[in-house]
């Protein structure tokens, strides 16, 4: 969390309710979906979302590994080293012991990042709905405009992050599978095996 817009991109991903609204909206205009293809597709992207969070937790249960917060808080607990040192604060040299990740992380296994599967399988399940809907669709070229970030709007830092508004336009569904994955390792909550 070293600058402005990756901690509005951890928060915004932490959302997954956001992320899935967004998309549903840029499918829906880019297509010009009527109502029943809509719901179709947000059936399709809940089944989607249902069997990520399956896979997720398999590999959890079965890995059942320790999350950046904890092990750095333990195992590094008296180095101290420069990084982002909580709300209002910026970077600032802290020991281990203090060590907190940007939004809260649920005491559940770290490997693998569900976030991540999550992302993936919306992905997936987007670019290949698309053709299967409009088989002259090009996913690889569907942009998706995320909502303008409003100045002071952070949850975790309001009134100071971010500094400016940040509109971001992402060019194509893999982009934003990749934010998604990159916010769980700048936010902390993960460590960068869980992600891929």
């Known amino acids: ?31 010009m979906l009527g109502y029943e293809d809509t719901l179709n597709y947000v059936l399709a992207l809940t089944a989607g979302d249902y069997d990520a969070c ?12 320790v999350r950046p917060t904890t092990w750095i808080q333990t195992e590094m607990a008296e180095r101290e080293f420069t990084t982002y040192a909580g709300p209002y604060e910026g970077l600032k040299a802290i020991p281990g012991k203090n060590f907190e990740s940007y939004v809260s992380v649920m005491p559940h296994s770290e490997y693998v990042s569900g976030s991540a599967c999550i992302c993936q399988a919306l992905m997936e399940l987007t670019e290949g709905w698309m ?13 998706i405009t995320l909502p303008t970030i409003a100045q ?17 336009v992402l060019q194509n569904m893999q982009e ?4 998604c994955g990159q916010s769980r390792l700048d936010g902390a909550i993960h460590f960068t095996q869980a992600v891929p």
Do not use: C, Y
Not at 131 to 143: E, G, I, K, W, Y
Not at 152 to 168: F, L, M
């Open 1 to 31: 969390a070293v600058s402005d817009e990756k901690k509005v991109m951890i928060e915004f991903f932490d959302n997954k309710l956001n992320v899935a609204g967004i998309v549903i909206e840029a499918v829906a205009g880019a297509l």
């Open 54 to 65: 399956i896979l997720a937790w398999k590999e959890k249960v079965k890995h059942d590994l």
């Open 131 to 143: 053709v299967l809907h409009d088989p002259n669709s090009d996913p690889s070229a569907f942009s």
């Open 152 to 168: 002071g709007s952070s949850r975790t830092e309001p009134g100071v992050t971010p500094a400016q508004d940040i509109t971001k």
């Open 176 to 179: 934003l599978r990749d934010i």
